[in-house]
């Protein structure tokens, strides 16, 4: 089966500083992979896909994703943190001929003032 | 934009009761889905539906069914509410079979069972 593992349930960054959190997926063939964002209260968001166009992909609000496949891994990164970057994300997978979603356990990114 | 709608952002109810949750959406996506999110668990698939009238169980379908009579409105069900559906609710839609299509989110309803 296929599916996400998260591998920081929280991250703590100083606003300004670059921001990294990690999934690594399983899947036998090239998978669909996603990246949301949930800020308190809310539905989740899109913040970006990979559908093998390009190895990086680039999403909302300064975010980016690489799809490894070497290394089975799609890190977010964002080159300087903002405080209202501070939400929790999800890395998520679309197995092949499914119509759902695989979610990660999500992970909590902090930003400090 | 796309907009998926649920219809209560909080709901308090009691052990034993019948539980509706709605959900509508505007762009006549043909899949809905229902999800719950609980702390260290991410999201994990309830039912979901592709289809007016059709419907599939997901992850996690015991004590919830699901009703899809329009296109636009997915209702989940839970038959006699217990105080371990305590949970956020969130409804998703997305357009037709494609891998790389995104599901859009509702806001979630924060339903609460004493």
């Known amino acids: 089966a296929q599916s996400v593992t998260q591998l920081d349930s929280h991250v703590s960054v100083s606003e300004g500083t670059p921001v990294l959190l990690r999934c690594n997926y399983s899947s036998s063939y090239s998978p669909s992979l996603f990246w949301y964002v949930q800020h308190p209260n809310k539905g989740l968001q899109l913040l970006l896909k990979y559908t093998s166009a390009a190895t990086l992909v680039k999403g ?3 975010f980016e994703a690489e799809f490894k496949k070497s290394e089975t891994s799609f890190h977010l990164t964002k080159p300087s943190a903002h405080m209202s970057d501070a939400a929790e994300y999800f890395c998520v997978v679309r197995p092949t001929g499914r119509r759902a979603l695989t979610f990660g356990s999500g992970t909590r990114l902090q930003v400090q003032p | 934009d796309v907009k998926v709608t649920q219809s209560s952002r909080y709901l308090v109810k009691r052990t034993g009761e019948k539980v509706f949750l709605e959900c509508v959406q505007d762009m006549d996506h043909e899949n809905m889905f229902w999800y ?6 991410g999201l994990r698939l309830i039912y979901f539906s ?4 059709m419907k599939e169980k997901g992850d996690i379908p015991e004590g919830y069914s699901v009703s899809r009579e329009k296109k636009e409105r997915f209702s989940l069900i ?7 559906q305590t949970s956020m609710y969130l409804c998703a839609s997305s357009f037709g079979r494609g891998n790389n299509q995104p599901q859009h989110f509702g806001d979630g309803t924060r ?4």
């Open chain 1, 60 to 62: 909302i609000n300064g």
């Open chain 2, 36 to 41: 719950r999110q609980d702390p260290g668990l």
């Open chain 2, 50 to 53: 592709y289809d007016v009238k």
């Open chain 2, 78 to 84: 839970l038959e006699s509410a217990s105080t371990n």
């Open chain 2, 111 to 114: 339903l609460s069972i004493l």
